[in-house]
């Protein structure tokens, strides 16, 4: 309070006795009204039971001057009441028009302009027929393994294809089947002059869900159309396309494997071919057809000649009893032997001379060399033969079908609408949109407070 004594109110101190503190006026004419104004009667204090003990009886307070002053302290309330600023309000402005609104738009469009959708549900994996030994092979032994995950693989990136759109697109006329509710609703139908590149998108969005399972190589498709019967259809057309690219990724095969096979054959071929010649060059070159058996020839002339040097000299030793050393017959029978020795020692020389053939090559190198050549021919025969049975396996695989497209889950014919599902598709807006919301109302008062 303020110690002006123009002030309407002034301080009056008051005792430790002295009665509460009220305001009195400052001003002759304020306590002239003051005086003048009539008391109000004090209402009578109810009566209160006795004690046992009568308490002594309290002093009434005395009646205050009117002209002392009192001193009023104002007090602050503790909190006001709560009101709607203006920024709460354009916070709920917000919500409505970030979230409210968009909710209604989406559910009037959901459930009074979007067309009803069927789902057909169609189920394959790719199974490979794989044989055992090429005895097995060639005795007609077979057996079927599971999936190739490769194949499974391959035509699971064929249904996402443009290849695919287009084929069925010429068979079926998507654009037409899936452009005819357009007017009514654009969201959930195509452009009628939509591209390739519209509808293969749209394709894949819209037309089909594809759920894979690698471990497996099992693949399940839903297949959705505004009338049951085109879903159905498409259906059945993927899995005849599908089918399809499975026969010619088997005739590729065949022909691949055929291909192989035969040229391997002619290399074999060219092998042995290459090495019988140098056999013969090497037989024209040394006139020996075969070293081994004219081996055989001079030590089966080194034999026989072994042979009557025995006899000579056991013929010599028995003249030696009989007659003299001076006699002709024995003389003649020591030349011979020593004729015979001689030839026995020329015939050896001839295994390592140079003169053994008409190349004049020396009989150790001229074995080696046959030896060399001899081999090349059994490798490549052998070569040879294991191409010719690498062929018959190859076209023994050509005439069975090596992959198989198995339908587990034959293309359905839905009975009721399933989609859209409009329920979770309001559900998953009214997330995004409060999630969205709810960060935007963040940063505005994250950049409110910090100004």
Same mark, same amino acid.
């Given at each position: 309070?303020?110690?002006?004594? #123009?002030?309407?109110?002034?301080?009056?101190?008051?005792? #430790?006795?002295?009665?509460?503190?009220?305001?009195?006026?400052?001003?002759?004419?304020?306590?002239?009204?003051?005086?003048?104004?009539?008391?109000?009667?004090?209402?009578?204090?109810?009566?209160?039971?006795?004690?046992?003990?009568?308490?002594?009886?309290?002093?009434?307070?005395?009646?205050?001057?009117?002209?002392?002053?009192?001193?009023?302290?104002?007090?602050?309330?503790?909190?006001?009441?709560?009101?709607?600023?203006?920024?709460?309000?354009?916070?709920?402005?917000?919500?409505?028009?970030?979230?409210?609104?968009?909710?209604?738009?989406?559910?009037?469009?959901?459930?009074?302009?979007?067309?009803?959708?069927?789902?057909?549900?169609?189920?394959?994996?790719?199974?490979?027929?794989?044989?055992?030994?090429?005895?097995?092979?060639?005795?007609?032994?077979?057996?079927?393994?599971?999936?190739?995950?490769?194949?499974?693989?391959?035509?699971?990136?064929?249904?996402?294809?443009?290849?695919?759109?287009?084929?069925?697109?010429?068979?079926?006329?998507?654009?037409?089947?899936?452009?005819?509710?357009?007017?009514?609703?654009?969201?959930?139908?195509?452009?009628?002059?939509?591209?390739?590149?519209?509808?293969?998108?749209?394709?894949?969005?819209?037309?089909?869900?594809?759920?894979?399972?690698?471990?497996?190589?099992?693949?399940?498709?839903?297949?959705?159309?505004?009338?049951?019967?085109?879903?159905?259809?498409?259906?059945?057309?993927?899995?005849?396309?599908?089918?399809?690219?499975?026969?010619?990724?088997?005739?590729?095969?065949?022909?691949?494997?055929?291909?192989?096979?035969?040229?391997?054959?002619?290399?074999?071929?060219?092998?042995?071919?290459?090495?019988?010649?140098?056999?013969?060059?090497?037989?024209?070159?040394?006139?020996?057809?075969?070293?081994?058996?004219?081996?055989?020839?001079?030590?089966?002339?080194?034999?026989?000649?072994?042979?009557?040097?025995?006899?000579?000299?056991?013929?010599?030793?028995?003249?030696?009893?009989?007659?003299?050393?001076?006699?002709?017959?024995?003389?003649?029978?020591?030349?011979?032997?020593?004729?015979?020795?001689?030839?026995?020692?020329?015939?050896?020389?001839?295994?390592?001379?140079?003169?053994?053939?008409?190349?004049?090559?020396?009989?150790?190198?001229?074995?080696?060399?046959?030896?060399?050549?001899?081999?090349?021919?059994?490798?490549?025969?052998?070569?040879?033969?294991?191409?010719?049975?690498?062929?018959?396996?190859?076209?023994?695989?050509?005439?069975?079908?090596?992959?198989?497209?198995?339908?587990?889950?034959?293309?359905?014919?839905?009975?009721?609408?399933?989609?859209?599902?409009?329920?979770?598709?309001?559900?998953?807006?009214?997330?995004?949109?409060?999630?969205?919301?709810?960060?935007?109302?963040?940063?505005?008062?994250?950049?409110?407070?910090?100004?």
């Amino acid at each position: 309070m303020s110690d002006d004594p #123009k002030s309407p109110m002034r301080p009056v101190p008051s005792g #430790k006795g002295a009665p509460p503190l009220r305001a009195v006026p400052s001003s002759p004419d304020a306590a002239a009204g003051a005086e003048a104004a009539p008391e109000k009667p004090k209402a009578a204090p109810k009566p209160k039971p006795q004690p046992a003990e009568a308490e002594p009886k309290r002093k009434k307070p005395a009646r205050p001057d009117p002209n002392e002053t009192v001193t009023v302290v104002e007090v602050t309330p503790m909190a006001r009441s709560a009101r709607m600023q203006r920024r709460h309000w354009g916070v709920l402005a917000s919500f409505v028009v970030i979230v409210l609104l968009p909710l209604a738009v989406a559910a009037f469009y959901l459930w009074a302009v979007a067309e009803d959708q069927y789902g057909s549900t169609v189920g394959f994996t790719v199974r490979r027929e794989e044989g055992g030994a090429a005895a097995d092979l060639l005795g007609g032994l077979t057996q079927l393994s599971g999936t190739g995950s490769s194949d499974s693989d391959i035509l699971y990136e064929f249904i996402q294809s443009a290849s695919l759109v287009s084929r069925v697109d010429d068979e079926l006329n998507l654009r037409a089947a899936y452009s005819a509710p357009y007017p009514s609703d654009p969201y959930f139908a195509l452009r009628p002059d939509a591209t390739m590149a519209e509808l293969t998108a749209y394709w894949d969005s819209r037309i089909v869900q594809i759920s894979y399972d690698k471990a497996s190589g099992l693949i399940e498709l839903r297949v959705l159309a505004f009338d049951p019967q085109t879903a159905q259809a498409v259906a059945q057309a993927i899995l005849e396309q599908s089918q399809r690219l499975i026969n010619d990724l088997n005739l590729q095969a065949r022909r691949d494997t055929i291909a192989f096979a035969e040229r391997d054959l002619e290399t074999a071929l060219e092998r042995l071919k290459a090495a019988r010649e140098a056999l013969t060059l090497f037989r024209t070159r040394t006139q020996i057809v075969d070293p081994s058996a004219d081996i055989q020839g001079r030590m089966g002339v080194i034999n026989n000649l072994q042979q009557q040097l025995a006899a000579t000299l056991v013929e010599y030793d028995l003249l030696l009893t009989t007659a003299a050393p001076s006699d002709p017959r024995v003389q003649q029978t020591r030349q011979r032997i020593d004729v015979i020795r001689e030839r026995i020692v020329q015939e050896r020389d001839t295994f390592s001379s140079a003169d053994a053939s008409a190349a004049g090559d020396d009989y150790p190198s001229l074995i080696a060399e046959y030896e060399g050549l001899s081999v090349d021919r059994e490798y490549a025969e052998e070569s040879y033969r294991a191409a010719l049975q690498a062929l018959d396996v190859a076209r023994s695989n050509a005439v069975r079908q090596s992959r198989y497209l198995t339908a587990y889950v034959e293309p359905t014919l839905p009975q009721t609408a399933e989609y859209p599902r409009r329920w979770s598709m309001l559900g998953l807006a009214a997330l995004f949109l409060t999630l969205a919301w709810a960060i935007m109302a963040l940063v505005y008062y994250s950049i409110r407070d910090s100004r």
